[in-house]
């Protein structure tokens, strides 16, 4: 199976597992011209902006490893860009979800601005 796919896989599980805890998706795979955001979803009237990464085995570290600091900075750009695209001013989370090994952790305020 291909990164891609095994990527795509996880994110839909992050979505399906999003949606059960009572999120709402807003956007998936969002765009800028320095980064990508996975999900983009709402809950309680606050943006959550949401990196996954899947890992089908451990041997390469976590999924949470796998978000650096500069991966961060590419997500906070990416997410200013989108709010100041909506022109909004809600208040916004960054999330990770690490799928490893088909279990999911879900570490809300990842990190901050």
Known sequence: ???KTIGDNGEDKAVTYLI???YQINERNYRSNRGEIDIIA???GVYVFVEVKTRSSKNYGSGVDA???IKQKKIIYTANRYL???G????????IISIDSDEINHIENAFEL
């Not at 909004?88 to 999330?95: M, T």
Request: net charge neutral; proline share 0%; glycine share 4%.
């Open 84 to 86: 100041l695209n909506k």
């Open 1 to 3: 199976m291909s990164t």
């Open 42 to 44: 709402m809950i309680d």
């Open 67 to 69: 978000v650096t600091l």
């Open 20 to 22: 059960s805890k009572g």
């Open 88 to 95: 909004c001013e809600w208040l916004a989370r960054f999330d």
